[in-house]
């Protein structure tokens, strides 16, 4: 039901959260490139990282986002520029 959206240069939370949700009998598919497809999923974990080898969302990949939460999806979203900068 979750899938991990690992954009981290550095790879800090992403591995970290499927480890977490292995422990907790959470099934999850981790990538480290953005999908095509993002509904088959209930939650979405995106991992961006911090600069500089931080990504910052394309408005495809934001509007992908955007309809997924509009269609009763979960985000979780962190990144260290994405907030203020991205």
Known sequence: PVLIIDLDGNHNSGPAIRSCLTNLSV??????????????YQSVF???????????????????????LNGGGKVYMEGGDTWAYN
Do not use: E, H, R
């Not at 099934?27 to 088959?40: C, F, G, K, N």
């Not at 995106?46 to 997924?68: I, K, P």
């Open 27 to 40: 099934s999850s598919d981790y990538v480290t490139t953005w999908p095509l497809v993002i509904t088959a």
């Open 46 to 68: 995106v991992c961006l990282g911090t600069y500089s080898v931080n990504t910052a969302l394309t408005n495809v990949q934001g509007q992908m986002l955007a309809n997924f």
